[in-house]
């Protein structure tokens, strides 16, 4: 348990009296909530309370609707998270993929002279020398 109510002497000086601190109000019910098995599941007390939002969320509200919406405020945020991790490994994968290189009019496809065999190369030479022997004009 996290909050444990003190043991207070018979003397109590006025700033410390329970009606006075709604921290120690809000601590006893945070307690007999955690009792009472009432907290939402996943609701780590020891981890809020030394949250600043938590801390401000039960001086607005009651303890009960102040662990109810920081639980919500938790969600939203690790969904939040988890829907940008997704849309960034989305992206990633997106950007892996070929690209098409379609233009408006038919390209010619150009021969690679490096990957071609020495016979296909020769064959190709013969070509362009009996072209350019008939009077075309070749282009390399």
């Known amino acids: 348990m996290i909050f444990k109510k003190k043991e207070t002497p018979a003397v109590k000086e006025p700033a410390e009296t329970e009606a006075e601190n709604p921290f120690v ?5 945070l307690v007999e ?3 009472n098995g009432e907290l939402p599941e996943g609701f ?3 981890e809020a309370v030394k949250d600043r ?6 001086q607005e509200f009651e303890p009960k609707a102040a662990v109810r919406i920081y639980v ?3 969600r939203a945020e690790e969904a939040e998270n988890s829907v940008k991790t997704r849309m960034s490994e989305q992206a990633r994968s997106r950007k892996a993929l070929p690209k098409s290189q379609r233009t408006d009019r038919a390209v010619a496809a150009s021969p690679d002279y ?9 064959a190709l030479e013969k ?14």
């Open 33 to 35: 909530m955690e009792r």
């Open 72 to 74: 919500a405020e938790k």
């Open 114 to 122: 490096m990957s071609m065999s020495g016979e296909a190369f020769s």
């Open 25 to 29: 109000e809000a601590a006893n019910t």
């Open 127 to 140: 070509q362009y020398k009996n072209a350019a022997h008939s009077g075309k004009r070749v282009q390399i």
């Open 53 to 58: 939002t938590f801390a401000e969320l039960l």
């Open 44 to 46: 780590d007390l020891q």
